[in-house]
């Protein structure tokens, strides 16, 4: 018996090409945002949130973020090695905190916005 029409205890698990209606399956709607972080002219990307995350950034700790999410390094100290740091454990570990406190610091705002 085919995996997606097994029964598991929350439903049933679906293939990604199980049809929708009108010609969509669900493999077009998961495709749809495995490009959410595409670049757009000038390096800007289409998702604002990484937009304004980024623009708190200084242009070195970019190149790390940059490093990192296009996985030159495993960790964010072996990021900022491959930008050529010359203490990459210190400049990663900023570049980590100030990255997470950024995003934290943009859903608080966005939660405010919303209230």
Not at 23 to 38: F, I, Y
Not at 44 to 62: I, M
Not at 86 to 96: C, F, M, S, T, Y
């Amino acid at each position: 018996m085919p995996v997606w029409r097994r029964r598991t205890r929350a439903g049933r698990v679906l293939s990604l090409d199980a049809g929708l209606g009108n010609g969509l399956s669900l493999h077009d709607l998961v495709a749809a945002d495995l490009d959410l972080l595409t670049r757009t002219a000038d390096g800007v990307f289409d998702d604002e949130r990484l937009n304004t995350v980024l623009r708190g950034l200084a242009p070195a700790e970019r190149a790390v973020v940059f490093a990192y999410a296009e996985g030159e390094g495993t960790t964010w100290a072996e990021a900022a090695t491959t930008i050529g740091s010359n203490d990459p454990d210190a400049l990663g570990e900023r570049v980590r905190r100030k990255a997470k406190r950024l995003a934290a610091e943009q859903r608080r705002r966005i939660g405010q916005r919303r209230a």
